[in-house]
């Protein structure tokens, strides 16, 4: 499969793009099972029925979910960064590999923000991204889908927590190999401001842009319009 297969193959659908920020703790699953879902990261331990999973980050590999639900699940598409993944992930299943632009150079701090830029042009390469949200949002745009709305994209703690998998009641994830998961290291590579910047700068750059990008997240940000997942599926019916 390439990317290019997946070009307006969900055009009009409504898509739910779940991170995994601690907001995601409280969504009812059971209101997003008849629509497009796409799980960023661990986002695919709170609704494993996704249709797509999207990462750029090869740490996924040392995460207890990576064999537990996304090798278990093996249905859904896997969208990986060809860079980070490519010749590494033989393990999974109906793998699509992308590539991306930049917009940022930290090391001569320089922005590029036409690497922002949603678009269907080919060839198809993803926008810069600071997330791998940004990519999942990216790839909702090339399917067609409208309104796109993220959920557990929070951009924030929320009672000390980052992952929404802390919570009481859900399923722990923890390390199966690498650096150990604990208080003290769970905000590496955090930085709150450089998440709102990335959204802020998105916005501006694709406010032209014929699709609906919607927050369903408890989240910092405000630059996207912000619904509750009902009011989600009241509007957009």
Not at 9 to 30: A, N, R
Not at 77 to 87: A, D, P, Q, S
Request: hydrophobic share 35%.
């Amino acid at each position: 499969m390439q990317l290019s297969d997946f070009k307006d193959k969900h055009k009009g659908e409504i898509v739910f793009i779940l991170g995994s920020g601690p907001s995601l703790h409280y969504l009812e699953t059971d209101l997003i099972k008849d629509h497009v879902c796409i799980a960023v990261n661990s986002g695919i331990v709170k609704y494993p029925n996704c249709k797509m999973f999207v990462s750029d980050d090869w740490d996924i590999s040392s995460w207890s979910y990576y064999d537990s639900s996304l090798k278990r699940f093996s249905f859904c598409t896997k969208f990986l960064y060809r860079k980070k993944f490519e010749g590494k992930c033989d393990d999974l299943k109906d793998v699509v590999m992308f590539d991306h632009t930049w917009w940022y150079s930290p090391e001569d701090k320089t922005y590029n923000l036409d690497g922002l830029k949603l678009t269907k042009d080919e060839p198809l390469v993803i926008v810069g991204a600071r997330m791998s949200m940004g990519s999942a949002v990216h790839l909702a745009f090339l399917m067609g889908c409208d309104p796109i709305v993220l959920l557990g994209n929070d951009c924030q703690l929320k009672n000390g927590k980052r992952y929404f998998w802390q919570f009481p009641g859900e399923q722990r994830q923890y390390r199966i190999k690498g650096r150990k998961f604990t208080h003290q290291t769970q905000n590496r590579g955090f930085n709150k401001d450089s998440f709102v910047e990335y959204w802020d700068y998105f916005v501006q750059v694709n406010k032209d842009s014929d699709v609906t990008i919607i927050d369903a997240s408890d989240s910092c940000l405000d630059c996207f319009p912000k619904m509750s997942v009902r009011e989600v599926l009241d509007n957009y019916k």
